[in-house]
């Protein structure tokens, strides 16, 4: 058991951890377990588990409780694993969301219901009955622009002021507002962390104190490095390398997110590429583009630039 507070929990680089499979698409436990190991050696300062990047909506309960046990194990007293909750039933969810709990998760990340999108009191009790199945703090996921449900800042405020689990939101509304939103109205009593890779730097200046971040599993370093920058006002040595890493962050945003960060994984030699159907691996044109992409960002890392000019300068 770590000893994280309830506050730090959702603080620094969340990685929202991709899962992968094996030729025959099963989860491959091995690959996973080395995958956790290196995020955490990188400085990640938790492990989201199964979420929407981790093909939750394809995993059954049983492989989701798996991976959970195995990330916690993994890291160790290191860092957090964070259990994200979906279910199109409010009891499957509920029933998740205890699952986490005895398999070792120190956090959950709720979201909305699938498939039916409800109105603001629906909503607000499926979240509920969720925050109120365990003792476990909660992230709560707004992202309008996948799920259809949007949760406003006074909504968040409604809940908070009832469930002593609400201790988080995941803003992924695209509008960096958003946050300072909900900073104005909620102050210290919810942490917020940018849920869009493309939208940090905005999200840190607005008040955001993590980041739940997909290209992290390729380039944990440069995320955790950029959220560190960005965090302790380091503005030009920031922009550096936001500029550069720009390109590969806005895949974040793209219908095909896993399929596009899981082959930039392929590309950097960090996992493989297959997904679970209906998901299909990348081909064509959309697969150039993103190899494009991840060899114009090996030949402009920051490193390589660093090192041009060192030589340059004869040191």
Same mark, same amino acid.
């Given at each position: 058991?770590?000893?994280?507070?309830?506050?730090?929990?959702?603080?620094?680089?969340?990685? !929202?951890?991709?899962?992968?499979?094996?030729?025959?698409?099963?989860?491959?436990?091995?690959?996973?377990?080395?995958?956790?190991?290196?995020?955490?050696?990188?400085?990640?300062?938790?492990?989201?588990?199964?979420?929407?990047?981790?093909?939750?909506?394809?995993?059954?309960?049983?492989?989701?409780?798996?991976?959970?046990?195995?990330?916690? /194990?993994? !890291?160790? *007293?290191?860092?957090?694993? =964070?259990?994200?909750?979906?279910?199109?039933?409010? !009891?499957?969810?509920?029933?998740?969301?205890?699952?986490?709990?005895?398999?070792?998760?120190?956090?959950?990340?709720?979201?909305?219901?699938?498939?039916?999108?409800?109105?603001?009191?629906?909503?607000?009790?499926?979240?509920?009955?969720?925050?109120? /199945?365990?003792?476990?703090?909660?992230?709560?996921?707004?992202?309008? =622009?996948?799920?259809g449900t949007d949760v406003l800042p006074e909504q968040v405020?409604?809940?908070?002021?009832?469930?002593?689990?609400?201790?988080?939101?995941?803003?992924?509304?695209?509008?960096?507002? *958003? =946050?300072?939103?909900?900073?104005?109205?909620?102050?210290?009593?919810?942490?917020?962390?940018?849920?869009?890779?493309?939208?940090?730097?905005?999200?840190?200046? /607005?008040?955001?104190?993590?980041?739940?971040?997909?290209?992290?599993?390729?380039?944990?370093?440069?995320s955790v490095e950029l959220f560190a920058l960005a965090r302790?006002?380091?503005?030009?040595?920031?922009?550096?390398?936001?500029?550069?890493?720009?390109?590969?962050?806005?895949?974040?945003?793209?219908?095909?997110?896993?399929?596009?960060?899981?082959?930039?994984?392929?590309?950097?030699?960090?996992?493989?590429?297959?997904?679970?159907?209906?998901r299909r691996e990348l081909a064509g044109e959309e697969l !150039?583009?993103?190899?494009?992409?991840?060899?114009?960002?090996?030949?402009?890392?920051?490193?390589?630039?660093?090192?041009?000019? *060192?030589?340059?300068?004869?040191?």
């Amino acid at each position: 058991m770590t000893t994280t507070s309830r506050s730090d929990l959702w603080h620094g680089v969340l990685v !929202a951890a991709t899962t992968p499979f094996g030729a025959d698409l099963a989860v491959d436990r091995e690959a996973w377990q080395a995958h956790v190991r290196w995020l955490v050696d990188a400085g990640s300062a938790g492990i989201v588990v199964a979420g929407s990047l981790g093909e939750g909506s394809t995993l059954s309960p049983g492989e989701k409780l798996d991976l959970a046990k195995d990330a916690a /194990a993994t !890291a160790g *007293r290191r860092a957090p694993v =964070i259990g994200a909750v979906a279910a199109a039933r409010t !009891a499957d969810a509920v029933a998740l969301a205890r699952g986490f709990a005895e398999a070792g998760a120190q956090g959950l990340l709720v979201l909305p219901p699938y498939v039916y999108r409800g109105d603001v009191r629906e909503t607000n009790e499926h979240f509920r009955e969720v925050f109120r /199945a365990t003792e476990l703090p909660c992230m709560l996921y707004n992202n309008p =622009i996948a799920y259809g449900t949007d949760v406003l800042p006074e909504q968040v405020l409604e809940l908070a002021e009832d469930e002593p689990t609400l201790a988080a939101v995941k803003e992924s509304s695209g509008d960096v507002r *958003r =946050i300072t939103a909900l900073k104005a109205l909620l102050g210290e009593r919810v942490e917020v962390a940018v849920g869009l890779d493309d939208a940090i730097l905005e999200g840190i200046a /607005a008040g955001a104190t993590g980041w739940v971040a997909g290209l992290a599993n390729a380039f944990p370093e440069e995320s955790v490095e950029l959220f560190a920058l960005a965090r302790r006002g380091a503005a030009e040595p920031a922009r550096e390398l936001y500029r550069w890493f720009l390109p590969l962050l806005r895949l974040d945003t793209r219908p095909k997110f896993v399929q596009l960060i899981k082959q930039v994984q392929a590309e950097s030699g960090r996992g493989s590429a297959r997904v679970r159907p209906p998901r299909r691996e990348l081909a064509g044109e959309e697969l !150039a583009g993103v190899r494009l992409l991840v060899a114009e960002a090996a030949r402009t890392h920051p490193n390589v630039a660093r090192a041009k000019s *060192r030589g340059a300068g004869g040191h």
